[in-house]
């Protein structure tokens, strides 16, 4: 059986990911805007995957088994 344990080292890389750009982002006008956009890039595509990746792990509906004789 799979577990869950993807989903918090995927998490991990996302937030080490976001910490780099948020300090690497170059200065001027636009430094919020890069951020924000980045952070939430990141944000968006943890969510995304972390659902997929869960459905397929945990599904809500069970395949039903078609008797056959």
Do not use: D
């Not at 982002?25 to 952070?39: A, D, E, F, H, M």
């Amino acid at each position: 059986m799979s577990s869950s344990l993807p989903v918090v080292y995927i998490l991990v890389l996302a937030v080490l990911a976001g910490s780099v750009s948020w300090f690497a982002t170059p200065k001027g006008p636009n430094q919020t805007l890069i951020r924000t956009s980045v952070l939430l890039t990141l944000a968006c595509c943890y969510l995304m995957w972390m659902v997929t990746y869960l459905a397929q792990v945990h599904p809500l509906a069970s395949p039903k088994h078609a008797l056959v004789e």
